[in-house]
T-cell receptor
């Protein structure tokens, strides 16, 4: 089955700096890659996603890049703010949908003032 | 608020017991997904139902079962509970099988003592 590795497990950045979280996946059939943000004690929320036919996608301060050949994808957050502090999960699915998502182990991002 | 409702929010039970977790999807959503989030295993996909039928299965134990009813709400049944089943159980829903965004409920925190 699919295996998703995520790094780093914790990340501390100063407000205004950029943050990058990286994930690798093992199943070349995976074609849908969402990123979820989970604040303490709350539900995971989708912040951005990308399909395998696209190399990059951007939404305001958040961007995701995908390298199918290397089987890795990354989340980039620019101009970080304290409210960006949360745990971020990458995931991969071979169904092109939210079905059968395999999640990474999460990155705890802390944005300090 | 995602529109996905899970009850109860917290559940404490003894080993060997059986519990039922309930999920009401967003209005109009036909797909329901169940996920388990534990400290050592992270977020794991358990099972998906679409319009009353099982559509995909993940790492769901034989002691666990689920169903989706005609009104589209879903229940996850956990039996012969073990200490290791203590976790946060999330339900998520999406509009159709093809829809990529899954909206998560707030979760049910199960503690087995």
């Amino acid at each position: 089955g699919e295996n998703v590795e995520q790094h780093p497990s914790t990340l501390s950045v100063q407000e205004g700096d950029s943050a990058v979280i990286k994930c690798t996946y093992s199943d070349s059939a995976s074609n849908y890659f969402p990123w979820y943000k989970q604040e303490l004690g709350k539900r995971p929320q989708l912040i951005i996603d990308i399909r395998s036919n696209v190399g990059e996608k951007k939404d305001q301060r958040i961007a995701v890049t995908l390298n199918k050949t290397a089987k890795h994808f990354s989340l980039h957050i620019t101009e970080t703010q304290p409210e960006d502090s949360a745990v971020y999960f990458c995931a991969a699915s071979p169904t092109g949908t939210a079905s059968k998502l395999t999640f990474g182990t999460g990155t705890r991002l802390q944005v300090t003032l | 608020d995602s529109g996905v409702t899970q009850t109860p929010k917290h559940l404490i039970t003894a080993t060997g017991q059986r519990v039922t977790l309930r999920c009401s999807p967003r209005s109009g959503d036909l797909s329901v997904y169940w996920y388990q989030q534990s400290l050592d295993q992270g977020l794991q996909f358990l099972i998906q139902y679409y319009n009353g039928e099982e559509r995909a299965k993940g790492n769901i134990l034989e002691r666990f079962s689920a169903q989706q009813f005609p009104d589209l709400h879903s229940e996850l049944n956990l039996s012969s509970l073990e200490l290791g089943d203590s976790a946060l159980y999330f339900c998520a829903s999406s509009v159709t099988r093809g829809n990529t965004e899954a909206f998560f409920g707030q979760g049910t925190r199960l503690t087995v003592v």
